[in-house]
């Protein structure tokens, strides 16, 4: 459980629904609970004072295609509503442009919070070359994480995991976030080097874990 980043990310999620997942995040001690900014004051009253949950706000989610200045603001915002830690979208455009001091630049203002944050990077959509590229700028720019995608397309795999350690070189941490809902696929990307793990199916995945256990 002190991998999972439980996501609360769906548009048409409820506040009943969401004070559920937060009631699970605190039952299973889980390390994150991730939300979209509209519902980061209510998780916040939920969570209370918890200080193993992070509550995880998105930025510019799922596409980043704001302009910085309103990126930061939601950075901003974020920080001011309780949330502990941040997902941020960057601008890909920027990046496949070659304009990589723009891309490094509005990172360093998300930075300039003083929120610890992770880069969500659809890694598995850029090329090699610039994957690396993008991932040294995300770094220097302050980042503690790499996140391997918005959730959205293929699932995240053991070997493309362990790719990406090769790339970040023990420099940041990695959270694999992209089709994972079963026990044997978080063990695997465990096993690859990731810290920490992204799926809707937290409690699914928890009642797998005590099941297995208990076969053994």
């Known amino acids: 459980s002190s991998f999972i980043h439980q996501a609360a990310l769906d548009p048409h999620l409820g506040l009943d629904s969401l004070n559920q997942i ?3 995040c605190k039952h299973f001690n889980f390390a994150g609970l991730c939300t979209n900014l509209i519902r980061i004051p209510a998780a916040r009253e939920r969570l209370g004072k918890n200080k193993i949950t992070k509550l995880v706000a998105v930025i510019d989610f799922p596409f980043g295609n704001n302009p910085p200045s309103i990126k930061r603001s939601e950075a901003e915002w974020a920080a001011e509503n309780g949330a502990d830690e941040l997902d941020v ?3 890909f455009l920027k990046l496949h442009e070659g304009a990589i ?3 490094a630049e509005e990172l360093s203002t998300i ?3 003083g929120l610890p944050f992770r880069v969500i990077l659809d890694t ?3 090329p090699k070359e610039k994957l690396q590229i993008a ?8 980042a503690s994480g790499i996140q391997t995608g918005n959730g959205f397309g293929a699932a995240t795999t053991h070997n493309h995991i362990k790719e990406l350690t090769t790339l970040i070189r023990n420099r940041c941490s990695i959270k694999a976030a992209g089709g994972i809902k079963e026990i044997n696929q978080v063990f695997a990307l465990i096993d690859s080097g990731v810290s920490s793990i ?5 409690t699914t995945i928890m009642q797998q874990f005590r099941l297995s256990s208990k076969q053994q």
Do not use: L, Q
């Open 89 to 91: 979208v960057p601008n």
């Open 198 to 202: 992204g799926t809707s199916m937290g």
């Open 22 to 24: 937060c009631d699970a």
């Open 101 to 103: 001091e723009d891309f």
């Open 124 to 126: 598995m959509k850029i």
């Open 135 to 142: 991932i040294d700028a995300c770094i220097d720019s302050g």
């Open 111 to 113: 930075n300039s919070t």
